[in-house]
């Protein structure tokens, strides 16, 4: 029997879109900790002979994953970028390509202990499994998009136990649109894929600290200052990620044979200090029992900052999200232990700042502070750290974004669609642009303004209406223009009402300059 009610019918497709990935993301998420544990204890026990035994068996590793990137140079990195330039209309990715290599090339890259994250590699699975799920019930390319947003969704909240987040990452940053389907079925699908993880994994938080009391007021002078710190490192976080290829080019090794060099390196870290391997989670968890001083905590940055940059400039399958999140754990550390020192912040307080800077920091690099307040929140597992958190996310954010910092994965997309080539397509496609608050296009009416060639205004949506529009019809900040347009031109022509709709003093009723 076919549902009647659309928002119905998304939520149940959402929902089994969520259970497929949790299974999907569960596997591999329990199959990279049993890899991290037996490398791990591998690293307690040093000896030339074992030495030798893992240098062999991680160029194994990287000889397999290279020939995975030279069949599907799509998995390679977090993945989170590749997902955000489908979604725009930039590449036409193979589900089962994607699916079935990055499982593979994430296990076997993140086990050795590289300074990777699986929250990247998940949401790319996330995003598979949702358009191979789409494409299986032969949805238009409309519907198809918001499934690969609900997988996207289903996998963060999988890889993190943070359905909330999971669907507000995507909405915010990835999928750019709050559709009431598109976060109806990435909500949907998160809550299915989060209560196969629960089963899985159990229900303690991924990051459980300890939060003692909460930050008086008095002290709010404390978020300013690590504000200003989190949004200046992450800034420089985002030059050296964004230099990266360029770097490796200079080694002249073929780029799906650069994972080598971390699969190396990391032997001797691993060795030296087993304990900072791997993604950082463990690093934060241990936070909570014995946080070091504050001149082994600039070391251990370091290292991880280091270390992380070589894992991920490699081109390997994997994220930087979980990554983001330890180095604003020590930057946090550092400062409070720092504050401690000179007598200006009690000892009791340092988790406190442990937990905000991981917030911040995030909240920089991704220019995504409500994901990052509510992430850091569900991942802790405590809802008394809300006001802090914003405080010290907003100041980042403003930091980051009066330095003319971008969010970090629409960065990384730039870098991958220099030179774009979507696949021709006369199909005709719906798009969704939100009118905000001061926007250019605000109490013009629809016949002012001059539209982007090849597209059509059908709809207006305020809140649960959505009207036909006509030439009398005045746009008003907080309606959704609906723009029909062809495949082919979706993402011009949606660049192009956002630049009407954002630049001030736009000129109405003349015809815009080609591009």
Not at 5 to 12: V, Y
Not at 140 to 148: A, K
Not at 416 to 437: D, T, Y
Request: glycine share 10%.
């Amino acid at each position: 029997m076919q549902l009647k009610q659309p928002r119905l019918r998304f939520a149940i497709k959402g929902l089994l879109v969520g259970l497929t990935v949790g299974i999907v993301v569960s596997s591999f998420r329990w199959l990279i900790e049993h890899g991290l544990a037996i490398f791990t204890t591998i690293y307690q026990h040093f000896s030339w002979p074992i030495a030798i035994g893992v240098l062999l068996i991680n160029l194994v590793i990287g000889v397999i994953i290279s020939q995975l990137l030279k069949q599907e140079p799509n998995i390679s990195g977090s993945g989170i970028p590749q997902v955000e330039g489908q979604l725009q209309g930039e590449f036409e990715l193979t589900w089962w390509s994607i699916l079935w290599r990055k499982f593979v090339g994430g296990v076997l890259a993140l086990s050795p202990g590289l300074f990777l994250g699986r929250e990247g590699p998940s949401i790319q699975l996330g995003a598979a499994v949702g358009q191979g799920i789409s494409e299986w019930q032969h949805d238009d390319r409309s519907e198809r998009r918001i499934m690969i947003a609900a997988g996207a969704a289903a996998g963060l909240s999988a890889a993190f136990n943070a359905p909330i987040a999971g669907s507000l990452f995507v909405v915010e940053e990835i999928y750019h649109n709050f559709s009431p389907l598109v976060w109806l079925s990435c909500l949907s699908s998160a809550i299915g894929a989060n209560f196969i993880s629960l089963y899985v994994f159990g229900e303690l938080p991924v990051l459980h600290l300890i939060y003692p009391k909460p930050l008086p007021i008095n002290l709010y002078w404390h978020l300013l200052i690590l504000g200003i710190i989190l949004g200046l490192l992450g800034k420089f976080y985002q030059w050296i990620l964004l230099q990266l290829p360029e770097w490796y080019a200079h080694t002249k090794i073929p780029r799906n044979y650069q994972g080598l060099i971390p699969l190396v390196l990391v032997i001797p870290v691993g060795f030296w200090v087993p304990q900072l391997i791997g993604g950082g989670n463990q690093l934060i968890i241990n936070f909570g029992h014995q946080v070091p001083s504050f001149t082994i905590l600039l070391g251990i940055f370091a290292i991880r900052f280091i270390f992380s940059m070589v894992s991920y400039g490699s081109g390997l399958p994997g994220g930087i999200f979980l990554p983001i999140l330890s180095l604003g754990a020590i930057i946090g550390a550092a400062y409070a232990q720092l504050m401690v020192g000179m007598h200006v912040l009690p000892t009791s307080y340092i988790i406190n700042f442990i937990i905000f800077a991981m917030a911040g920091y995030f909240s920089a690099i991704g220019k995504a502070p409500f994901t990052a307040i509510l992430l850091v929140t569900e991942m802790v597992g405590n809802l008394k750290l809300l006001m802090p958190l914003a405080v010290v996310s907003l100041i980042a954010y403003l930091v980051l974004d009066s330095l003319n910092g971008a969010p970090i994965y629409e960065a990384l997309l730039a870098k991958l669609v220099k030179h774009p080539s979507p696949a021709p397509s006369q199909q005709m496609e719906r798009i969704e642009v939100p009118i905000f608050a001061g926007s250019a296009l605000e109490d013009h009416q629809v016949r002012d303004i001059t539209w982007p060639k090849s597209s059509l205004l059908i709809g207006i949506i305020r809140g649960e209406k959505e009207v036909i529009p006509h030439g009398d019809s005045v746009l008003q900040a907080g309606q959704t223009l609906v723009i029909l347009t062809s495949a082919t031109d979706r993402q011009r022509v949606r660049a192009q009402i956002r630049q009407l709709a954002t630049t001030s003093g736009v000129t109405f009723g003349q015809a815009e300059k080609p591009e």
